[in-house]
């Protein structure tokens, strides 16, 4: 079965919870459709966090697992942001798939 | 603290055996397991720097295997002997694994709690 | 002096085009035989058609999963499908199937579960008794 998501006249195709099945059929105002779609109003703080989860899988093609997305957002913004209370509080349906989702990025795997 | 052994020796994308190998060694890396990952026989092809998979539409191995450093996989290695009977020189392979020889692998070999062979 | 060891085995095959299930029950059935223990069997790649009930044996041919049933049942060994490895080659345990509205395919018998929980059991293993433990990859 096919499922789509369709905004501003586009159709994209989803998987049956959601994600995005091509990453690449991203763009900005798709994480702004999804994230409503999650009960979420995107801050510059989500966006910090969606866009550096897309920059991961963009380099390395897979997401991170919690830990190593905490540890990285550590590495490069600080303690502050990299700490698992601060991103859980972002995304309280969990870090790892809820941001992840928004970033238009494949559902992980679930053994990850 | 447990150590796998991860052998991966297949060459990437023509099974699923790579990828198995590295979804492996991240699920044992995520539950607190110590990993050693060598890349040996053709599996030293996954090693190859500027490999373009869109063409062969799988997920680039080369870029996964960049990720092993930051789950805490810091052991990541080649068999020496391996690189030469393929005819592959060292500046051709990704910095993120180091050339070891066969002594050093049977020690790896010899410490590990458990091997797992892809 | 008999020492008991603790075995993991790991399976990696399909049943019908490798000779790998067969050899790892077998091998399972002889260390029971012999006092050791199996602490469960889990199957990956291509190991988790060993789960698969859609799988059927021609005519003359034995059903491998009816030995690996009659096997966990006797000795009371988990069998463990790794669900990742499994959902991608078309194995479905009974949550996964009712997501995804497609048909079961995993015998119940088996326990849909994820490769964190194998490695979880080698490291708490390893961890009481590292000379006991026998990590065994078919």
Known sequence: ?112 | MTKLLIISTQAPYVTSAAQDALEAALAASNVGVEVTFVFAQQGLYQLLDGQDSTCVQRKSIAKQINVLPLYDIDAVYYIAEDMIDLALSSQALTSTAESIDTNKFNQLCAVSNAILRF | MFVMNKFLIFVTRSPFDSLNGLTALSFCEAAIELGHEIEQVFFYQQGVQQANVDIQPATGEKNLLAQWLAFSEQTKTPLNVCVTASIKRGVLSEPDATAMRLHCNVHCAFNPVGMADYFSALNTSSSCDPDALICMQF
């Open chain 1, 1 to 112: 079965m096919q499922h789509f998501l369709e905004y501003d006249g586009k159709k994209i195709e989803i998987d049956g919870n959601g994600y995005l099945l091509d990453y690449l059929d991203w763009d900005e105002e798709l994480s702004t459709v999804i994230a409503q779609l999650e009960g979420i109003d995107l801050t510059p703080a989500h966006w910090e966090v969606v866009l550096f989860v897309r920059a991961f899988y963009e380099e390395y093609e897979t997401s991170p697992a919690i830990r190593v997305l905490v540890k990285s957002l550590s590495n490069k913004f600080g303690p502050q942001i990299g700490n698992s209370r601060y991103v859980q509080r972002l995304f309280p349906k969990g870090p790892a798939r809820q941001a992840t989702k928004i970033a238009g990025l494949p559902k992980p795997a679930k053994c990850l």
